[in-house]
């Protein structure tokens, strides 16, 4: 699997929106894109016109990169969403949410979706009461998900729980701090998922 090992402020940059990716710290002053809302590299001041082909493309960009997949991952989930019912562009958005690396981000767990995968693939998740250690799981309605027993006092894992009540517990989700634990009340809606994201652009882009 490729690895992505420059600076992840410089694609907030490129995308021209937070991601997220260092947790708490994209709350501060601290944050590099708050300092530097232009595009990195020796141009990124430069204005440019963009092409209704460019548009679809650094929407398809985006969205790949918030949920820290590669393209041939992002694509499969594209072929899955458009051979299940309803909206293809809202399916995307719903099967990316239930991938269990951002159920976990989401609930609290952990500060950021690559910290979320770094505590699944080292075991110190339950869904269950059952090991899964694989971050593209897509969780279904009624489960429940647990820190493992031994990693509940970590630090990392009660930073990351006081944090949540900074960007909040989506409605699908139910948080027991006290337990380590959540529940999957229901199955995302698009009205659930607030990132600016227009899905019907990557529709567009695939469909040529």
Not at 43 to 67: C, D, F, I, V
Not at 99 to 111: E, K, P, Q, S, T
Request: glycine share 6%; hydrophobic share 35%.
């Amino acid at each position: 699997m490729g690895r992505y090992i420059e600076s992840v402020c410089k694609i907030c940059r490129r995308e021209g929106m937070k991601l997220f990716f260092k947790g708490d710290r994209c709350y501060t002053d601290k944050c590099a894109f708050e300092r530097r809302t232009y595009a990195p590299g020796q141009h990124g001041q430069a204005k440019t016109k963009s092409t209704p082909y460019a548009l679809q493309l650094r929407e398809k960009q985006r969205l790949k990169r918030m949920y820290g997949l590669m393209e041939k991952q992002f694509h499969n989930y594209f072929k899955k969403a458009e051979r299940l019912r309803g909206i293809t562009g809202e399916n995307l958005l719903v099967l990316l949410e239930r991938r269990l690396d951002n159920v976990v981000y989401r609930i609290g767990f952990a500060d950021s979706r690559s910290d979320a995968r770094q505590l699944i693939m080292h075991n110190h998740l339950l869904v269950n009461g059952k090991k899964v250690n694989v971050p593209s799981y897509l969780v279904r309605a009624g489960e429940a998900i647990e820190i493992k027993e031994k990693t509940r006092g970590k630090a990392r894992v009660n930073e990351a729980l006081e944090a949540v009540e900074r960007r909040g517990v989506p409605q699908w989700l139910e948080l027991n701090k006290a337990a380590s634990k959540g529940i999957v009340k229901s199955l995302p809606k698009r009205e659930d998922i607030t990132m600016p994201i227009q899905e019907q652009l990557i529709v567009e882009l695939y469909s040529k």
